[in-house]
């Protein structure tokens, strides 16, 4: 069996280089091997994202104008977890009711993700969410969600979108592989409230 091994090493020196609205970036210093290394890392505080399945077989996708990347990215519906003391589940019902105007009465952790090992602490929690229904009222949107639109599209649509390289969003990627991969071996996923130990060494 393989695994990725938790376990941070100890920070010998640690500078402030930028604060950011979203993420910061401190130089840590660690030692490696008898040597001592200065790296540059991004700070982040995490984030959480849905998979919301419907009973047709449908995926709940918003498409996002996303100014690092250059275009409009189609993605999951997902948030940082910037609420100090928010339970992951807490925040994900949150983000899929404010981007999408739904809610979903069933809840499984599909996979988690490091999305940049090497630069950055982010880890994502991607849910699987489904017994999905509407809303009631609609969520007022602004910045880069204000124009966004959302979209049920049919799963398979969207892994030949994913095979044909016209999806780019490594989060809906990543879950894509995930959920096809459950399907095919027949297993569940965790349950929403799987311990989520990276994140939590990541944040600190």
Do not use: C, K
Request: glycine share 6%; charged share 30%.
């Amino acid at each position: 069996m393989i695994e990725d091994t938790l376990g941070r090493r100890p920070v010998l020196a640690r500078e402030r280089l930028f604060d950011g609205r979203v993420f910061d970036v401190d130089a840590q210093e660690f030692e490696l091997g008898g040597d001592r290394i200065r790296r540059e890392v991004i700070i982040h505080p995490g984030a959480v994202a849905v998979v919301a399945v419907n009973d047709a077989d449908e995926v709940m996708l918003v498409h996002q104008y996303r100014h690092p990347a250059g275009g409009t990215l189609w993605e999951l519906p997902a948030g940082l977890l910037d609420v100090a003391g928010e339970d992951p589940l807490v925040s994900a019902r949150r983000e899929l009711a404010e981007e999408t105007d739904l809610a979903a009465d069933t809840w499984r952790t599909l996979i988690d993700i490091s999305t940049t090992g090497g630069g950055s602490t982010e880890i994502i929690r991607i849910y699987l969410a489904t017994d999905v229904h509407e809303l009631p009222e609609q969520h007022a949107r602004e910045h880069e969600e204000a124009e966004m639109e959302r979209r049920w599209v049919p799963l398979e649509e969207v892994l030949e979108a994913a095979t044909r390289l016209r999806l780019h969003n490594a989060t809906l990627l990543a879950a894509l592989l995930a959920l096809t991969q459950l399907r095919a071996r027949g297993v569940d996923a965790p349950p929403a409230d799987a311990a989520f130990d990276w994140h939590a060494s990541a944040s600190s």
